[in-house]
């Protein structure tokens, strides 16, 4: 039976360290250990490594053994999946200024993921978004994701 494929956005590792989201950082150190027990194939993208490498030390370090643990399968980013960041935007479903969260949905999408965990509720997880994205992927013919929370996924299990 194939693994649900997750894919990790860069706010997902950032709060296992977070100091002013308690109940945030106690719910992710707890999909952590869920990640951690490799019933999921984890998927990032080289976005979320330059991201936490803009951390400064000790965090970056940290942020990275973090990442290191789940030997998650890395998208880079192609001519394809920034051009469809690219649509995410023409669309106004991500605003130009964060052409990154465009392209942290497109590496997803072309990772073939179930689903997109994020804490991001501006550019993520949120209703405008997720049917944006997935209207826009309908139409280029590329598969629906779903974007969910930690808190979605350890409820789950």
């Known amino acids: 039976m194939r693994k649900t494929k ?6 997902v590792p950032s709060f296992l360290f977070t100091e002013d989201s308690p109940e945030k950082r106690k719910t992710t150190i707890k999909f952590w250990e869920l990640l951690r027990l490799e019933i999921y194939e984890i998927v990032i ?5 330059i991201e936490i490498n803009r951390a400064k030390p000790p965090l970056n370090n940290q942020l990275a053994e973090c990442i290191a643990q789940l030997s998650p399968f890395v998208i880079h980013v192609t001519e394809d ?7 995410y935007v023409q669309e106004k479903i991500i605003p130009q200024k964060y052409f990154d969260d465009a392209l942290h949905l497109a590496c997803a999408t072309y990772a073939n993921v179930d689903s997109v965990v994020s804490w991001n509720f501006k550019h993520f997880v949120n209703l405008k978004t997720i049917r944006g994205v997935n209207g ?20 789950e299990e």
Do not use: A, C
Request: no cysteine; proline share 3%.
């Open 6 to 11: 997750l894919y990790l956005d860069t706010s």
């Open 45 to 49: 993208s080289d976005i979320l490594l």
């Open 81 to 87: 999946i920034h051009n469809l960041g690219e649509k």
């Open 136 to 155: 826009v992927n309908r139409i280029v013919g590329l598969k629906e994701i779903e974007i969910l929370t930690p808190q979605s996924w350890i409820e």
